[in-house]
């Protein structure tokens, strides 16, 4: 078997164990499959795949094979946090410790972390919680910082610092601590310091909490609120907190069960409001009543027409019935409304792309990833928009990207392997 012939069927390895659900962009030059394979059911060694295109592209070769799409978003969305601005640092954790380590692996199956999910989770309830800091909501800065610890960026998972402690761009990396645990309490130290003078109970292993004392008294124990750190902690960052919150809501979604579901009842009767008629739509959804789903939905909308999460859970029910056409509507309507949702956009490109819409499904993409720099699934579909238009380096390129964000990405590495077996 020749080295091209190897490389194919590695591919195919990577890609075909899952059912062939295959979805034809028009006027491609490839078919895209869906769906995205769990690291865990193929034990394959990542080869070196170089970071510049090896050759020239083969083009009978490569208009003759599949790639697989990374995944669509399907989680939907709590009602938008209207009194972001009133929820503090100090509390109590609203989001129980299970719920925190399903709403990571779910969104995460192979996290880069030196401990377990449970013990990270652990660690955030156990730290905060002796400080008075919302455990649940600073656990939530952390994936928003590491992107549900997928990283990427110039923190690397080894360091175990979760928030961005001492990283300020260009290739700084930052604080590094000797275990999880400490990487937790750091982050905890540093937010007590912007939320309260009081000093931490524990010995201070932060290296930047002496240093914001000294340089910034004007945030030193001012900043109560998690919107205060918008500009603050992160820079422009001008929606950082409420993306946190955001986070945590959702972290908080309720499920399918009859229990859930009088509860949503008996939130309608009571307010007939955006946020109950959401909160029932969600629970609908889990039960399969897609109809009574989109129903809730509207309902919010005539309420609330700006509404994020009716628009957005909207367009995920009728993408799940077949009607793309009118999901496209509401993600075009929710991004003229709110542009920093990067779901809405990551959704719309996949749509884009099925209808053959390359150059659009790109500026989606590409949008995806000046919001979220880490998205791998964003990353591998850019690439595919690239193949697809015939650019073929800057595809390659893409790849690589995708590779170095989330090595453990059977979808990208499946890509690679059916990719380099069309380089001549």
């Known amino acids: 078997m020749n080295r091209k012939v190897k490389q ?9 164990v899952l059912p062939s659900l295959t979805a034809c962009a028009k006027d491609a030059p490839a078919a895209y499959r869906e769906e995205a394979l769990p690291a865990h059911n193929l034990m394959l060694s990542r080869p070196d795949f170089p970071a510049e295109m090896p050759g020239k592209i083969n083009k009978n070769a490569i208009k003759a094979v599949h790639f697989r799409l990374g995944p669509a978003y399907t989680e939907l969305l709590m009602e938008s946090l209207a009194q972001s601005t009133s929820i503090t640092i ?9 719920q925190m380590v399903s709403f990571i692996k779910k969104r995460n199956p192979s996290p880069k972390l030196t401990c377990s999910v449970e013990e990270i989770v652990a660690s955030y ?8 800091i919302r455990p649940d909501v600073a656990l939530c800065q952390a994936l928003k910082e590491t992107g549900f610890f997928a990283y990427g960026g110039d923190v690397l998972p080894s360091q175990n610092n979760f928030c961005g402690l001492g990283a300020t761009g260009n290739k700084v990396k930052g604080a590094a601590f000797p275990t999880a645990q400490i990487g937790v309490r750091a982050h905890i130290q540093h937010l007590l310091a912007y939320a309260s003078t009081k000093r931490p109970q524990e010995k201070i292993v932060d290296p930047r909490y002496e240093l914001l004392i000294q340089s910034r008294p004007d945030l030193y124990g001012k900043i109560k609120y998690w919107t205060g750190l918008n500009g603050n902690w992160a820079v422009p960052g001008t929606t950082y907190g409420q993306d946190i919150l955001n986070l945590w809501q959702q972290a908080q979604a309720p499920d399918g069960s009859d229990t859930s579901l009088r509860a949503a009842e008996k939130k309608v009767q009571e307010s007939k409001d955006a946020a109950s008629y959401i909160y029932r739509g969600i629970v609908y959804s889990k039960r399969g009543e897609t109809d009574k789903a989109i129903s809730d939905f509207d309902a919010a909308l005539k309420h609330a027409p700006k509404n994020t999460a009716a628009r957005y859970n909207l367009a995920l029910m009728q993408t799940q019935q077949g009607k793309s056409g009118d999901a496209l509507k509401n993600y075009n309507q929710l991004l003229k409304d709110n542009p920093t949702l990067p779901q809405a956009w990551y959704n719309r490109g996949l749509l884009l792309m099925k209808t053959g819409k390359q150059k659009d499904a790109a500026r989606d993409f590409e949008k995806v990833l000046e919001l979220v720099p880490q998205q791998a699934d964003a990353c591998n579909n850019l690439a595919l928009c690239r193949i697809a238009q015939g650019k073929y380096p800057e595809a390659w390129q893409l790849l690589h990207r995708a590779s170095e964000i989330n090595d453990a990405n059977m979808t990208v590495l499946g890509n690679q392997y059916v990719f380099e077996a069309c380089v001549e």
Request: glycine share 16%; hydrophobic share 40%; aromatic share 4%.
């Open 90 to 98: 100090s509390g109590k954790a609203e989001a129980t410790q299970e």
């Open 125 to 132: 309830y156990k730290e905060a919680g002796r400080e008075g």
């Open 8 to 16: 194919l069927a590695a591919g195919l390895a990577c890609l075909l």
